[in-house]
């Protein structure tokens, strides 16, 4: 009687819970980076151990979040106004919270023994969860191509810096040569 009614219990539960489903998503990481000041290669499993969780803390980011809703044009849709007003209460910018409603879920965990994050979400719709997938790895992409380039901007900007002040100390040794 006791196995019977857990059975049923389960069985009543798991038809009305609404489905969910699950998508997802892989990426592979490129750890074999190079020392920007020395061109040589870093090494060190304690490096790649950080490397991935850094790249995991930028996959599940804010940032990351917020550029999903931009590709996909989230903010624009009736419905997510509708939920704004009602649960966010009008309060703030519609495409932060839309933002962290994505992250709720989503799922990342690094692969075992590889470099692979793989990255899972949950949603009500199977098209809608596996868009969100597949856009999660996208605006990570844009995310770490963004970082990338300011980087190298601000390294520019501090080279041509450097080359001002060194071409200025050339031409005051010339004028003192001649």
Not at 52 to 74: F, G, M
Not at 103 to 121: F, G
Not at 153 to 176: C, D, G, P, T, Y
Request: charged share 20%; aromatic share 8%.
């Amino acid at each position: 009687a006791i196995f019977l009614t857990v059975v049923l219990t389960a069985l009543a539960i798991s038809l009305l819970l609404p489905k969910q489903y699950t998508a997802e998503a892989s990426i592979a990481i490129d750890t074999g980076r190079l020392d920007p000041v020395s061109n040589i290669q870093m090494s060190g499993q304690q490096n790649v151990s950080y490397y991935l969780a850094t790249q995991i803390d930028i996959l599940t980011s804010h940032e990351t979040a917020r550029k999903v809703v931009e590709l996909l044009k989230l903010d624009q849709f009736s419905e997510a106004k509708e939920q704004f007003a009602e649960e966010g209460k009008g309060k703030g910018d519609i495409r932060d919270w839309l933002a962290d409603s994505l992250l709720k879920n989503l799922d990342v965990k690094p692969s075992r023994e590889s470099n692979v994050i793989n990255l899972t979400y949950t949603s009500p719709d199977p098209a809608f969860s596996s868009t969100l997938a597949n856009t999660f790895i996208e605006a990570y992409k844009d995310v770490i191509i963004q970082i990338r380039s300011s980087s190298a901007q601000q390294n520019s900007i501090f080279f041509q810096q450097q080359l001002k002040a060194v071409q200025a100390k050339l031409e005051q040794a010339q004028i003192r040569l001649s």
